[in-house]
């Protein structure tokens, strides 16, 4: 008989090197995942991501790998007023299905810096290829996507 979990001797993380893998039960099967790709995991889906924008006009997509794997970005308006437009993951990607972001927006936000949170050709937020605009400091919204589209699920104006 194996020892309980409350038995088993503890491990310090100066004793792990990141390629320790380690059990994790997902979708009812036992898989393994290393201490890194865990790490990883937590600090890209847990901590929140900044995004600055500092030019209005431009575009920012946010399936590029700095926003990819954030759950959490806050949004900052630096520079001239206007609108920037970010445009959400590829719905279809696999590694997107299931997955929920937020995007808020910080005191430096007024009615004359807009974010235009839109989807990707073809693809639609809420049924609708039309953008949701971000206009106002401590603006949210937290979308979810099953692998076709995303969705809202909840918005904060």
Not at 65 to 85: H, K, Q
Not at 135 to 147: F, S, T
């Amino acid at each position: 008989m194996g020892k309980k979990i409350s038995q088993l001797t503890a491990v310090t993380a100066s004793s792990l090197d990141g390629s320790e893998p380690l059990a994790i039960v997902h979708s009812s099967e036992t898989k393994k995942v290393s201490t890194n790709e865990l790490q990883h995991f937590i600090v890209n889906h847990i901590d929140p991501t900044a995004l600055t924008v500092s030019v209005a006009g431009g575009t920012i997509d946010l399936n590029d790998l700095t926003y990819d794997e954030a759950e959490v970005i806050v949004l900052s308006w630096s520079g001239a007023t206007g609108t920037v437009e970010l445009t959400l993951p590829d719905a279809t990607d696999s590694k997107n299905l299931n997955r929920a972001k937020r995007i808020i927006s910080d005191s430096t936000f007024s009615s004359s810096t807009h974010a235009d949170l839109t989807p990707r050709a073809g693809q639609t937020l809420d049924g609708s290829s039309s953008a949701y605009r971000i206009n106002r400091a401590y603006e949210g919204i937290k979308i979810w996507c099953n692998g076709t589209e995303w969705f809202i699920i909840q918005a904060k104006a």
